[in-house]
């Protein structure tokens, strides 16, 4: 096991990890820029570092000082997290180099996975249902032919990166050339790769991913499905486990298939299957992300297990001591992600001090959070500033339980996202469980 390993992270999900390892009797070491030197996650390390300005390029995607500050502190290992340089395979590579355990797979898989087309055809040839479309395409022609073949809506989408960028819906073919060439140069900007491939427009659609966790010895365990269909302009509002849409069945075939494609790649360490999943319950493969998700709080709290800790033990080559048949989903979970932003002025990101804190509390009430009283909150981040998390006996039971503790929230001095999250919570779509990926698009044409 691990003596000391090094966060190349910052706010909750850095916390989080350190009081992982703290529990693990893990030294850790925090790096943090200028803009975060009162961080909570630079108090609560054992040892911290400035790794540069704040601006995230100068500090937390500047592998070398984050590599230099590893070895300055002795740290065998490094966590990145989310987001950042988690799915950077020359990071995870450099690690390697330095005799540095990047928590988390390979850098090899990393950068098949990475690249969207190389997956697609990776998952199809193991047998994994694939979203029709087309291998990536450059010429415009080309593509419009292909674009008739696939069929109308379709969706060109980058080759490279994530996050809804370099992802334009075609509606017909009169929008077709636009949208293809402002896909590619998004994607281009964002990512330094214009490359892009076309899927045909599954809706309605839910956004279904499943979590996988899977050891250096070939032993993999699926820990069931996160619902994620609400989201806005592909970024994630709301998620639950399990699916309110899923059935035994379909769940079962799901699982076979994320335990397939993992295999597929020889996958090490925690990761997630995404798929869309249609009315009648068919799925497709739409991308493996090759990191700890955000929302994987919710998966902790219907099975128990600490994906974190796990992530380290498998990273030190401890094999893992479930099965299949010990994975079992107890209750329901929700997650709302708390923002800072001002949803009523185009969810403008709002920065400022926090001049008032209440965190809800309760039997089973979850926030995962790195603000604290009078912190500032800087502009240089992603505005998600905490995860509220329920579980309950029921899904009926988790509304309710979340509404109590949205209400309870206090958070002054910013604008968040919160009164959305409790309007999202009322409405009769999400209650009944029958909502899809155009959610909130719809919601918000309503007014």
């Not at 975060?36 to 937390?60: M, T, W």
């Not at 334009?168 to 636009?178: G, H, I, P």
């Not at 932003?341 to 790195?370: K, N, Y």
């Not at 912190?375 to 981040?381: K, N």
Request: charged fraction near 25%; proline fraction near 4%; include cysteine.
């Amino acid at each position: 096991m691990f003596s000391k390993i090094l966060i190349a992270n910052r706010g909750e999900i850095a916390v989080r990890i350190i009081r992982a390892c703290k529990e693990m009797g893990i030294a850790t070491v925090a790096v943090f820029s200028e803009a975060d030197r009162d961080a909570l996650h630079v108090s609560l390390a054992d040892e911290s570092i400035c790794i540069g300005p704040s601006a995230p390029k100068d500090s937390y995607l500047n592998m070398s000082a984050i590599l230099s500050a590893a070895v300055a502190t002795g740290a065998e290992g490094i966590h990145p997290g989310y987001g950042l340089l988690s799915e950077n395979a020359r990071f995870a590579h450099l690690c390697e180099e330095c005799s540095i355990v990047f928590i988390g797979p390979s850098a090899g898989v990393i950068r098949r996975m990475g690249d969207k087309d190389e997956a697609r055809k990776t998952m199809k040839q193991a047998g994994v249902p694939v979203t029709p479309g087309c291998d990536v395409i450059e010429d415009v022609k080309a593509a419009k032919k292909e674009a008739e073949q696939i069929g109308f809506p379709l969706l060109v989408k980058a080759r490279a990166g994530g996050g809804g960028r370099g992802i334009r819906l075609v509606r017909d073919a009169e929008e077709f050339e636009a949208a293809f060439k402002t896909a590619s140069a998004e994607a281009r900007t964002a990512f330094g790769d214009g490359a892009v491939y076309m899927e045909r427009f599954i809706s309605p659609a839910k956004h279904i991913e499943m979590q996988i966790l899977c050891d250096k010895h070939g032993n993999v365990v699926c820990l069931g499905e996160r619902e994620c269909s609400i989201q806005r302009k592909n970024q994630k509002l709301i998620e639950e486990s399990p699916s309110p849409a899923m059935s035994e069945e379909t769940r079962n075939k799901m699982i076979e298939v994320a335990t397939k494609a993992a295999k597929a790649v020889n996958y090490e360490n925690a990761g997630t299957i995404e798929f869309l999943m249609s009315n009648d319950g068919s799925f497709y493969f739409m991308e493996m992300n090759t990191r700890l998700q955000v929302e994987h709080t919710v998966t902790e709290m219907v099975t128990g297990i600490d994906l974190v800790k796990w992530q380290i033990r498998i990273a030190a080559g401890i094999s893992l001591d479930m099965t299949q048949e010990d994975i079992q989903l107890s209750g329901s979970a929700i997650e709302c992600r708390i923002n800072a932003e001002d949803p009523s002025q185009g969810f403008r990101p709002c920065a400022g001090r926090i001049d008032m804190l209440h965190i809800p509390g309760g039997p089973w009430v979850r926030f995962d959070t790195a603000v604290y009283q009078d912190y500032m909150v800087p502009p240089f981040y992603d505005s998600m500033i905490g995860k509220l998390i329920v579980h309950a006996k029921t899904r009926e039971e988790a509304i309710r339980k979340m509404r109590a503790a949205l209400c309870e929230l206090i958070i002054g001095g910013i604008s968040t996202n919160t009164e959305l999250q409790l309007a999202i919570l009322e409405e009769a779509d999400f209650v009944r469980g029958d909502y899809y990926t155009n959610f909130m698009e719809t919601r918000e044409k309503r007014g």
